[in-house]
């Protein structure tokens, strides 16, 4: 079994549509939970991260964690063409840093104009 | 601030050939690690380094792979002999410090082919 989940998708929505995006996981040590966005032949950028339970909000993009159920969600607001791109989810034991990172394998969202 | 940069962009040799992919990191960041994304699969830490020492390389497939980091500065990924499953794309990110508030800035990635 992986430790993170992530449905690869493709996803696609209408533009203005709310896009949800989700990864389970199985590693209860997991305390920090980030989301990277990927343009084709780019590297991943960060686009959000939390620490622990509970919800952040950065313009159009709110993060949840749910650590009880072991699921993260990623939702975007009044999506638009320029959000398509693969989404990762991302988590680990201890910071945002690089160690012990551990990626999901990434939705790939379509929005079309 | 210049980003993450990667050299090559894409590289394609034999199996059994030498690549040596180079990574320079963003001035001033003193953690440099490498990730690799095999075709389907999830990115995966390979090493860490804190300057020019490897802090962690657990994740590094086997003793073909050999990371160096001369100086602190930039980085080098040798594959040698490479092998069919090694082709991928492998990143390249690097960090200001570790913990909560330091993200990774990833490079565009070299994409290596073997054929």
């Known amino acids: 079994q992986k430790e993170v989940e992530q449905d690869p998708g493709p996803l696609s929505v209408p533009e203005g549509a709310i896009v949800s995006l989700n990864c389970t996981y199985s590693n209860s040590a997991f305390q920090y939970f980030m989301w990277y966005r990927q343009y084709s032949r780019k590297g991943p950028e960060l686009l959000m991260y939390t620490y622990s339970s509970g919800n952040k909000e950065d313009g159009r993009f709110t993060a949840q964690v749910d650590k009880s159920s072991k699921y993260i969600s990623l939702f975007i607001r009044d999506s638009q063409p320029s959000d398509s791109a693969t989404y990762l989810c991302?988590?680990?034991?201890?910071?945002?840093?690089?160690?012990?990172?551990?990626f999901g394998a990434g939705t790939r969202l379509f929005v079309k104009a | 601030e210049a980003g993450v940069t990667q050299f090559p962009s894409h590289s394609v040799i034999e199996k059994g050939q030498t690549v040596t992919l180079r990574c320079d990191p963003i001035s001033g960041h003193d953690n440099l690690y490498w990730y690799r994304r095999v075709m389907g699969k999830e990115i995966k830490f390979l090493l860490h380094?804190?300057?020019?020492?490897?802090?962690?390389e657990s994740g590094m497939p086997n003793n073909r792979f050999l990371a160096e980091r001369t100086g602190g500065t930039y980085s080098t990924l040798k594959v040698q002999p490479a092998e069919l499953e090694d082709s991928g794309v492998y990143f390249c990110?690097?960090?200001?410090?570790?913990?909560?508030?330091?993200?990774?800035?990833f490079g565009n990635g070299t994409r290596l082919t073997v054929t």
């Open positions: 991302a988590m680990s034991p201890g910071g945002t840093g690089g160690f012990k990172t551990i």
């Open positions: 990110a690097s960090s200001q410090v570790l913990g909560y508030n330091s993200p990774l800035h």
């Open positions: 380094f804190v300057k020019e020492s490897k802090q962690d």
